[in-house]
């Protein structure tokens, strides 16, 4: 039986588990010192809404300072902006005049909350949320008395609610019902997505779009009778994160379902809107000099660019004057043990770079740097997993200084000796092109001399980890587990190479070995073995990719990233972000009393525990 099958009730089991309030999942946890818990947010946007002229004239940020704000929409009425805030890590929805002035917060719950917009007659907002359940789904609160009921409860995700213009139906997407699979040749999985409609009550739950590929963030005609969309298959919404795949805009008739094209040009074309007059608003995606957002006259087959660069979610005004949007202004940030919000109070959340790996005599951190390169594909500057440098600093934060960066190499995942004496590290040798890098290993000293490869070979080698004696190394050697020993650089093969095993950490005491594998049924779960090969455990049994794991507190606490949660949103509308859906989840470690940590829209990774 595949994991595929498996999902409704391991998903209904875990959905049991989240909804437990936090006190009750964290008393075990809380009857022991707190955990601190270091990982990183892969690429996350650094963005701001702002607001212009239909004409694209007179843009200006709608909140007087900056801060991390996306996902507007504007009231029927026009008198309010709805708006996702996110500070610390958590997200909640907001509403502002266009002014800027009124600031009013609508949601305040641990969970994850964004997409809100309001209905018609201004008194219930419809959002997204992971509250109850674990996933994304649409909920409805009543602006007045604050009650809240989930109105799609359903297992998978669930996003982008769009009211219709009399208040009867809303809209939406949803990859309920579809498991496309792993992206080609890669371990992230992708998303088939359908649109939509559903009555306030609940009732009248109705599919407007095919069974097949993907459909999303629909929009009203301003008459009701249709519903606009964008659609491609399920990889073209993963190549759609970086402009590069061809979406389309179409709409279909409530009444009927008669499906009709509105473009047809090799674009990138996300959140259409449709406007009076035959106009159709949406956004383009490629380089800076032709994305932003733009109107499509149907009849005459002209566009107009309106507002350039890198901007996402567009919002129009009700009487077409005005658009609000998610201006992006940059890709990634640099994080230096930054608190943050976690779900359950007996694990403190620190935000860092990638890789956090504390010294034994935790006076040290080391990490992988993003450095900076600018997007052609958004016009902005990024950080790049092609240019990255291995840092270190004192565990206070200061003294941060580089140890290791060579041009055409990428550096990453580093790990200290038992005695700190050295540093194992993987390095991407990217002048080896065409064809995909592959990774070697590396040793240096921790001040950065004495820099030598011990692997070199074709294959793509990765993810060093010490024997608790510093003598071997266990590392990922194209899909197969080996240890090396250190003394002589002979390798011995720890699994078969029949799957995909990949991230081993070897346990504090060294009777095991942690790992990630497909070997099962095709989902990435964790497993631990013996360093001989023998005694084959699997720790997790849930629909969803687990990885990044590594050992905390001595060996009695497992850290890893999953997706067992599901996506926050449509995959096609993210940037960059090759998995849009991981969360920071810790487990003792023979696999029980799993604890959730992160709820968020972004890559949660590689997590390691702070002394």
């Not at 709805?82 to 600031?103: W, Y």
């Not at 359950?344 to 740097?369: A, H, V």
């Not at 194992?424 to 040793?443: D, E, H, K, M, W």
């Not at 790992?515 to 720790?539: C, K, N, Q, V, W």
């Amino acid at each position: 039986m595949t994991s595929r099958r498996r999902a409704p009730w391991l998903l209904a089991s875990l959905a049991v588990a989240v909804a437990l309030p936090t006190a009750a999942r964290s008393q075990q946890a809380s009857a022991e010192p707190k955990l601190k818990v270091m990982y990183n947010l892969f690429r996350p946007p650094v963005m701001s809404v702002f607001i212009a002229d239909a004409t694209g004239a007179n843009e200006h940020p709608l909140f007087s300072s900056p801060g991390f704000d996306y996902s507007p929409s504007y009231t029927a009425d026009g008198k309010w902006i709805v708006v996702t805030r996110e500070r610390s890590g958590q997200a909640d929805i907001f509403r502002v005049h266009p002014d800027g002035s009124g600031l009013e917060q609508l949601t305040d719950d641990p969970a994850f909350d964004d997409q809100g917009t309001i209905s018609p007659d201004g008194k219930t907002l419809a959002f997204v949320s992971t509250r109850g359940g674990g996933t994304a789904n649409i909920w409805l609160m009543d602006l007045a008395s604050k009650t809240v009921r989930n109105l799609t409860a359903s297992r998978s995700g669930n996003f982008r609610p769009a009211w219709s213009p009399d208040g009867k139906w809303i809209a939406f997407s949803s990859d309920r019902d579809t498991r496309p699979g792993a992206f080609p040749g890669s371990w992230e999985q992708m998303q088939s997505s359908g649109i939509y409609i559903v009555a306030p009550d609940g009732s009248g739950l109705r599919r407007l779009t095919r069974k097949e590929g993907v459909a999303g963030s629909p929009a009203w005609s301003p008459d009701g009778k249709r519903v606009v969309f964008y659609e491609t298959d399920e990889v073209g919404a993963y190549l759609a994160k970086g402009a590069g795949s061809r979406t389309e805009l179409a709409s279909v008739d409530i009444a009927t379902g008669a499906r009709t094209p509105v473009t047809a040009s090799p674009d990138t074309k996300l959140s259409p809107t449709a406007l009076s007059g035959g106009r159709f608003g949406f956004i383009k995606r490629g380089a800076d000099s032709t994305a932003g957002v733009m109107i499509y006259t149907q009849g005459k087959r002209t566009t107009t660019t309106v507002v350039r660069g890198a901007v996402r979610n567009p919002s129009w005004s009700p009487d077409g004057q005005h658009v609000a949007f998610q201006r992006i202004e940059r890709l990634g940030f640099t994080q230096h043990l930054i608190p943050t919000f976690s779900r359950d109070p007996g694990f403190e959340l620190f935000l860092n770079e990638p890789f956090p790996e504390l010294s034994p005599d935790g006076t040290k951190l080391l990490f992988s740097q993003y450095l900076d390169v600018r997007s052609a594909a958004l016009g902005v500057v990024q950080n790049s997993t092609a240019n990255t440098s291995i840092e270190l600093m004192n565990a206070d934060g200061t003294g941060q200084h580089t140890i290791f960066h060579r041009p055409d190499f990428s550096a990453f995942d580093a790990v200290w000796s038992p005695k700190g004496a050295e540093i194992a590290l993987s390095v991407g040798r990217y002048f080896r092109q065409p064809g995909p890098p592959p990774g070697q290993i590396a040793l240096m000293k921790p001040d950065g001399s004495d820099f030598r490869l011990i692997v070199d070979d074709s294959l793509n080698n990765g993810f060093p980890s010490w024997s608790p004696d510093g003598t071997r190394l266990v590392f990922k050697r194209g899909h197969q587990l080996v240890i090396m020993s250190l003394a002589d650089r002979k390798i011995v093969p720890l699994t078969d190479g029949k799957s995909y095993d990949n991230f081993p950490q070897w346990s504090p005491k060294g009777g095991a070995i942690l790992f990630t594998s497909d070997r099962a049924d095709g989902d990435f779960e964790l497993y631990t073995i013996r360093p001989d090969g023998t005694g084959l455990r699997r720790l997790t049994n849930v629909y969803g990719n687990d990885a990044h794991a590594s050992w905390c507190a001595g060996g009695t606490w497992i850290l890893f990233s999953s997706g067992r949660t599901g996506f926050r949103d449509e995959m096609a509308l993210y940037d960059a972000v090759p998995q849009p859906y991981g969360q920071i989840f810790a487990m003792r470690a023979d696999g029980t009393d799993v604890h959730q940590l992160t709820d968020n829209k972004w890559e949660s990774s590689s997590p390691s525990c702070r002394h």
